[in-house]
DNA sequence: CTGTTAGCGCTTTCAT
DNA sequence: ATGAAAGCGCTAACAG
């Protein structure tokens, strides 16, 4: 809760809300007994500062969890931004997909969490790539306020909107089962990723609530993109027992199971084309060219309690309320 | 080229790349004749000034094209920058579609362009909402460079990245009409917006070019969102005389579009369906319940393009190069 | 109502 | 190799 700051630790006294000041080049100063000259030259590089000096301000640095204030940067003459204004009209329309985004990069988000940082930003709103909790302990984040939306990171205490995946994953998993499915197959992201985890764990409550083992053969897992599903459902399909159901854990998932659907359906004229349930909904889910259930929520809803959640720990009116998760509710859709 | 400041404007010497200082609240007040808090008073408001000097004021600030910056002003104590960071894995993947945008709304458009300005950005792309030039011109862009990407807007001097919207339609209507086909109907969004009128100049140019009328009765306009395209066609099948063929300007369109034909198809088991044309490509667009002609491009590549030629401004190798207006190619699909 | 002073966090310049 | 001073653009706080 409190900042991680040394002894006797600057600018941490009450300041309304409680959020502490933000830690300065001369904080560190005088933290690491050196001159907030010396801190800026260690913070550009260390050229012309002792390495012995460097270090110690460096683990002082480190410590305190300082990010460099980037708008006062940019104030110096002469200095440049790095910033590039990007205005699309409509982030909703598929069409700008492809325009330049680097897709579950662990690196990139630590990288952009600290830019956020740097200038100034007075909350995150934040999908998580991975698994990595440290980048978002509270005390690196200098006090923001984080809400993990849509995955949690274990071990990160803090506020989170997530959809009920277990549930979600259980119920659909509990109808093929009704269905006289046994042979059930699951397509999955990442493990690093919660909501592989909590879907995979619906999958197999609904299995084992009937006494079923999960087979194993039929578990697959790290599909990050289209193609792999369609690769992956290809080969289940090729198996000599092959699955009569099969669960896709996220959309980008569903779409490469359709296409390889679709083709057995177009060779076979619709007949062996296994039961398909598709977590999260996708355009043209309505017109699939196979039968598909999906579970689908309200994305907006999702950004709108994250947003909500938020703007209670920015106005103060959630100050002395520990983290909280929210799961928002699924419903599955007959297609 | 030179920036539309008054005589003897401040700060407008040669500064390297030819990009002039900044205007700044100090700037604004020598050429008022007024001290910088006065400014910075009227800036906030107003309060507490001469209604006669405050318009004074604000008509300097209005000619000069002044934007107040944010960063020096999120320097002050106390002081909110306004932001939040979000972070998502990847626009590309259209779940994170309805999290929070607003579509298509010019108001929001002059905002966010001031605001990234006052927050010091150096280079601007944007796909523009509308066709007002005013708030793209240079002198009021404080000579950050500017890249449109996708549609253009008449009377900017930028440079600009489209696709071949003319030849795209121009091909695929020619492709209709060698099909036989001669009752084509012309579905396009907002007239404000180039790409429509560009599209539909190619609709008219491959009509005209065989000797034939465009029928007015079969172009419809201005629409926004996937429903009022998936009625319109509706209306369009219930004509005494319906079209045989329908153009579809983009993809939100083409979405409507296909709702509205596959329940054509469903209920004629496929007979009477008109043949489709569609701009811009989409997930699915491979499995269409009906058959489809997809007018498809790179949308990496347009990203690529407009960012090289951003930093060729930037970095200032395209200094004496005029504005330059690129356009990429396109490709026919048929599915 | 208007202006002056001072200082936000940082770094360039100029001593030391 | 280190530090002191100064100022980037802006605006509270305090004169006047």
């Known amino acids: 809760m409190a900042p991680a700051a040394g ?9 309304g809300t409680g959020r502490g000041a933000a830690v300065t080049v001369k904080d560190i100063a005088r933290v690491a007994g050196v001159s907030p000259m010396t801190v800026s030259r260690v913070l550009s590089g260390g050229k012309n500062v002792r390495p012995a000096l460097r270090e110690h301000v460096e683990r002082v640095v480190a410590e305190v969890g300082y990010h460099r204030n980037e708008n006062a940067r940019s104030l110096r003459p002469g200095h440049r931004s790095g910033l590039v204004g990007v205005m699309i009209t409509n982030i909703a329309n598929p069409y700008y997909a492809g325009v330049g985004t680097t897709n579950e990069d662990g690196d990139l988000e630590r990288q952009l969490l600290s830019d956020f940082l740097g200038r100034q930003v007075e909350g995150l709103v934040v999908v998580p ?56 197959a699951f397509l999955g992201n990442a493990v690093t990723v919660s909501t592989g985890r909590r879907r995979l764990a619906g999958f197999r409550a609904a299995l084992e609530e009937r006494g079923l083992a999960v087979d194993d053969g039929l578990v697959v897992f790290g599909l990050q993109e289209a193609a792999a599903s369609e690769a ?50 996708f355009d043209f889910a309505d017109m699939a060219p196979v039968p598909l259930s999906v579970i689908d929520h309200d994305p907006v809803e999702l950004g709108r309690a994250s947003a909500r959640m938020l703007l209670a720990r920015l106005d103060g009116s959630a100050d002395d309320r520990p983290a909280q998760v929210v799961e928002l509710p699924v419903h599955i859709v007959h297609h």
Chains 1, 2 share one sequence.
């Open 232 to 281: 992956a459902t290809r080969d289940l399909l090729a198996l000599d027992d092959p699955p009569t159901a099969i669960f896709a854990a996220n959309n980008r998932i569903s779409v490469g199971v359709l296409r390889a659907l679709s083709q057995l359906a177009a060779r076979s004229g619709g007949a062996g084309v296994p039961r398909l349930f598709a977590f999260d909904s």
């Open 129 to 184: 790539v991975g698994s990595d909790a440290d980048r978002f302990l509270p005390e690196r984040l200098a006090g923001v306020p984080l809400v993990l939306a849509s995955r949690t990171v274990e071990g990160v205490p803090s506020d989170a909107v997530l959809i009920d995946d277990v549930r979600g994953a259980h119920d659909a998993v509990s109808q093929m089962l009704d269905e006289g499915h046994r042979r059930i």
């Open 7 to 15: 002894s006797g630790s600057p600018g941490t006294g009450p300041t």
